[in-house]
């Protein structure tokens, strides 16, 4: 690869790289927390952190003014960044969820760590543009083709680090153990085809491949997956839950997407998908169970009683008709008071708007259950903000805290255009309601990540012809 970390972009106020303390009066700031208030003064540091915020303060000499609505940058928690390449090649057909599977083989058999790197890093330029501060890429294609590693077997990570780091925002590789084609009652499938390139020989061989991953730069974190009960066998999670629990580690696991998931679990072992996690050790507060969508009764109260967190892709969840998780049993308190919590991602990147995510767990369930007001904006808001951020393990109440704008906190700042069509009529009682339901991506205006401004005026800054590069990646990474 030709890039690196050392080529992230940097805000054009300061050369690139945070100075003194700055300071920016926002029209109007919503810090994730509190209430939405008027001419807030955020100060930033030159560690990118916020250093102070002061409502209904004098700007004073030297603040630049953010005209708008701020709100702190959000956590995309679940992306396959290669699957933006099927985007307008794969919802107009029929078939299933397996049928687009197929199409998703294609793409992932022509990538190698070159042309990943090019896709990855237009597709987390996108992101940016949407406000997205931090990434969890959920990360399977490893190998070379055929399963053959590469000369570093990691080549594949340290493309997706870099083009994180050129595209501005921070990510936490969660690498997805991937070790067969699915259970039967006859004992594990083999993979084939495209899958090879997804495989270890087993849990401990993931474990020590991941383990000497070292990515480069801050902006980065190494988690763990398992890719879901169908890839990994009953008997290997216990060994990818015990390596993410070493260090504290996010653990996520795409659960129960799809009924043939849990019957041919229920053939194999005798249990659903969500009791084998349980029994393997693997559902815990660090866990992040991805979709959900079909859950029995003793699986939600597993999920709650772990304090689990449950991450909805809502664009993708319909697009690949997949179904609609139980939202509201999910999120209620158990008789000792355990509750899953929520968080949201992009997954197949059918879009890369987390506005429309929020909205989108919202509306789901209106058509589900056949009532409004399920979930109220505020948390809507926060599944994608403090939420989303300690999902990934960037922790919501200790160093390194992100999602919200406080002291201490990361500097990350995104002003919507409250002037534009969507949100004409602004109201600041009904602020956040207006952002989950009416906003889009398009109406982002300036973002910054880490004290370091990636887009201005709807712009990247490290890639201002972002469209005709995402171009070329897309075409590229397509048989």
């Given at each position: 690869m030709t890039t690196s970390a050392s080529s992230r972009p940097r805000g054009p106020d300061t050369g690139g790289r945070p100075g003194p303390v ?458």
């Amino acid at each position: 690869m030709t890039t690196s970390a050392s080529s992230r972009p940097r805000g054009p106020d300061t050369g690139g790289r945070p100075g003194p303390v700055r300071r920016y009066r926002c029209e109007w700031l919503w810090d994730g927390e509190g209430d939405v208030a008027p001419d807030v003064l955020v100060e930033v540091g030159a560690e990118g952190t916020v250093t102070d915020v002061a409502r209904a303060a004098p700007a004073g000499p030297g603040a630049e003014e953010l005209p708008g609505l701020t709100i702190p940058g959000m956590a995309n928690s679940h992306s396959h960044a290669f699957h933006r390449a099927l985007r307008g090649r794969t919802h107009d057909g029929a078939g299933s969820f397996w049928t687009w599977r197929e199409r998703m083989y294609g793409v992932a058999a022509r990538l190698d760590p070159d042309s990943y790197h090019r896709l990855a890093r237009a597709v987390y330029a996108e992101m940016a543009l949407a406000g997205i501060t931090c990434v969890g890429e959920f990360h399977y294609l490893h190998h070379g083709p055929g399963g053959t590693p590469y000369a570093d077997p990691n080549a594949m990570s340290a493309a997706l680090v870099a083009a994180a780091a050129d595209a501005g925002i921070r990510v936490t590789l969660l690498d997805a153990c991937y070790l067969t084609g699915g259970p039967s009652p006859e004992g594990a499938r083999p993979l084939r085809g495209a899958q090879l390139r997804f495989g270890d020989a087993d849990a401990e061989a993931w474990a020590d491949r991941v383990a000497a991953f070292r990515p480069d730069g801050p902006h980065a974190r190494v988690g763990a997956a398992v890719h879901s009960v169908r890839a990994v066998p009953r008997e290997q999670i216990p060994a990818v839950a015990e390596w993410a629990a070493e260090e504290d580690r996010p653990l996520h696991v795409h659960l129960s997407e799809q009924p043939a998931e849990n019957e041919a679990c229920l053939a194999a072992y005798g249990s659903t998908p969500a009791v084998v996690l349980a029994d393997a050790g693997a559902l815990t507060r660090r866990t992040s169970a991805v979709h959900a969508t079909h859950l029995a009764d003793g699986d939600v109260a597993a999920l709650r009683a772990a304090r689990c967190t449950v991450c909805l892709c809502p664009t993708t969840e319909r697009d690949l008709a997949d179904g609609v998780a139980r939202v509201p049993d999910l999120l209620a308190a158990s008789g000792t008071g355990a509750a899953a919590r929520l968080a949201l991602g992009t997954d197949g990147h059918a879009q890369i708007d987390m506005f429309e995510e929020m909205r989108g767990a919202e509306l789901h369930e209106r058509l589900r259950g056949g009532r409004r007001g399920v979930l109220a904006p505020r948390d809507l808001a926060r599944a994608a903000l403090a939420h989303g951020h300690a999902s990934l393990g960037w922790d919501e109440s200790g160093p390194g805290r992100a999602g919200a704008i406080v002291p201490g906190a990361r500097a990350d700042l995104v002003t919507l255009d409250t002037d534009g069509v969507r949100l004409a009529g602004f109201d600041p009682a009904h602020a956040i309601g207006a952002v989950v339901f009416a906003a889009t991506a398009a109406d982002v205006r300036h973002v910054m990540a880490d004290g370091r401004w990636i887009v201005r005026d709807g712009v990247h800054q490290g890639i201002p012809d972002l469209p005709r590069v995402l171009d070329a990646a897309v075409k590229e990474s397509n048989p």
